[in-house]
T-cell receptor, first 108, second 122 residues
């Protein structure tokens, strides 16, 4: 099973600042990584897949990068609606499909 | 628009069974793989199972293999999860999730239901 490790667990950022979230895989997952956003009381929402492809309707301030075992999600200028928990997921080697433990982006 | 509406959750004693359903609409259900993903209270996401668009293939997480069964009825646009021999650690919000790809699943989750809560407690 591929273990996905996200860091940091919590990221404190001021509105308008840049945020970079990290995700590390226990073995190579090539570019088969997706990112999801989850707000309190809501279901997760797909943001990015295939490392860097934005899902329909996702603003351009969200971008994904990386390959192999190291990946990152960058939010270029944080808006109030971006404060949430973010999960990475690998779909290169399954079953099982695996998620990271999440990074909470909170207001500084 | 795509809608996935789960039902069937509730409180059940350890060792008992529960059957979850997911009614799908707004897309051609019979051409997409669908998954169950769960989230324990205050915890992260855990993939549970997937079934292919035509029901010919099923895969499970080790934590539920042999106890849970995923199935679908394409004539009713409905996904199911039969959960047997339930344990306290199965307590979670269960999400019905649509795969992003038609026919051959890509294992990326592009639409999620709002979830149904299953609580296993004596």
């Amino acid at each position: 099973e591929i273990v996905m490790t996200q860091s940091p667990a919590t990221l404190s950022v001021s509105p308008g600042e840049r945020a970079t979230l990290s995700c590390r895989a226990s073995q190579s997952v090539t570019t088969n990584v997706a990112w999801y956003q989850q707000k309190p009381g809501q279901a997760p929402r797909l943001l990015i897949y295939s490392r860097s492809t934005r899902a329909t309707g996702v603003p351009a301030r969200f971008s994904g990068s990386g390959s192999g075992t190291e990946f990152s999600l960058t939010i270029s200028s944080l808006q109030s609606e971006d404060f949430a928990v973010y999960y990475c997921q690998q779909y290169n080697d399954w079953p099982p499909l695996t998620f990271g433990g999440g990074t909470k982006v909170e207001i500084k | 628009q795509v809608q996935l509406v789960e039902s069937g959750g509730g409180v059940v004693q350890p060792g008992r069974s529960l059957r979850l359903s997911c009614a799908a609409s707004g897309f051609t259900f019979s051409t997409y793989g669908v998954h169950w993903v769960r989230q324990a209270p205050g915890k992260g996401l855990e993939w549970v199972a997937v079934i292919s668009y035509d029901g010919s293939e099923e895969y499970y997480a080790d934590s539920v293999k042999g106890r849970f069964t995923i199935s679908r009825d394409n004539s009713k646009n409905t996904l199911y999860l039969q959960m047997n021999s339930l344990r306290a650690e199965d307590t979670a919000l269960y999400y019905c999730v649509k795969d992003i790809c038609t026919d051959s699943s890509c294992y990326v989750f592009d639409h999620w239901g709002q979830g149904t809560l299953a609580t296993v407690s004596s």
